[in-house]
């Protein structure tokens, strides 16, 4: 069975901080593909990264980075110098063919 | 690229009629596409699996009747809420993937129902 576990339910930061959000996974295939997603209050699901198994090197895109590691099976992603903007849930996702939701983190920027 | 549209955004009806939700794919085919139901500070909660042309693949619990799902087209899935009931109420969320992005789903913005 595949699980993913984001164990932080509600995170507040001021503007500006740094914050990582953490995302674990569960799969005993070898194939899969890792995603993060993020729902700002409009509601649409905004796709972020894709990552797959096979690939363990970091990703930076701006203020956005992901770190994931196979040996912990953890995907965690960081936004630096947090924006109002970034202020959304934040989804991480396992696709094993069927997509697997965590159940998201409330991200709040406090300006 | 990789645009999905939803329609309508949002819709209140009464208790007893049938709604239908299209979900399209803008500037891409898509092969498959998802229908998902979420739940006030939830997670998504896949509904169905639909291929073009063919009969969608219900999760356990979604009631085929009630929830009906065509694929008509490369572009075009439509999700009808029959005899709709209060608790039918939700933000209704559809994806889709294409040929070369098998792997990645594209959400619409959803669909949010009321049912009075």
């Known amino acids: 069975a595949q699980k993913v576990t984001q164990a932080q339910t509600e995170i507040s930061v001021v503007e500006k901080e740094d914050v990582t959000l953490d995302c674990v996974y569960e799969?005993?295939?070898?194939?899969?593909?890792l995603f993060w997603y993020k729902q700002p209050p409009s509601g649409e699901l905004v796709f972020l990264i894709r990552?797959?198994?096979?690939?363990?090197q970091n990703e930076i895109s701006g203020r956005y980075s992901w770190n994931f590691q196979k040996s912990t099976s953890s995907f965690n992603f960081t936004i630096t110098a947090s924006q109002v903007v970034d202020s959304a849930v934040y989804f991480c996702?396992?696709?094993?063919?069927?997509?697997?939701f965590g159940t998201g983190t409330r991200l709040t920027i406090i300006p | 690229g990789a645009v999905v549209s939803q329609h309508p955004s949002r819709v209140i009806c009464k208790s007893g009629t049938s709604v239908k939700i299209e979900c399209r794919s803008l500037?891409?085919?898509?092969?498959?596409m998802f229908w998902y139901r979420q739940f006030p500070k939830k997670s998504l909660m896949l509904m169905a699996t639909?291929?073009?042309?063919?009969?969608?693949?219900?999760e356990q619990g979604v009631e085929k009747d009630k929830f009906l799902i065509n694929h008509a087209s490369l572009t075009l899935s439509t999700l009808t809420v029959t005899s709709a009931h209060p608790e039918d109420s939700s933000f209704y969320i559809c994806?889709?993937?294409?040929?070369?992005?098998?792997?990645?789903?594209?959400f619409g913005p959803g669909t949010r129902l009321t049912v009075l």
């Open positions: 994806s889709a993937t294409g040929e070369t992005t098998t792997d990645t789903q594209y």
């Open positions: 799969t005993r295939d070898t194939t899969y593909y």
């Open positions: 990552r797959n198994s096979f690939d363990e």
């Open positions: 996702a396992l696709n094993l063919g069927e997509l697997t």
């Open positions: 500037d891409f085919q898509a092969t498959t």
């Open positions: 639909s291929n073009e042309g063919s009969k969608a693949t219900y």
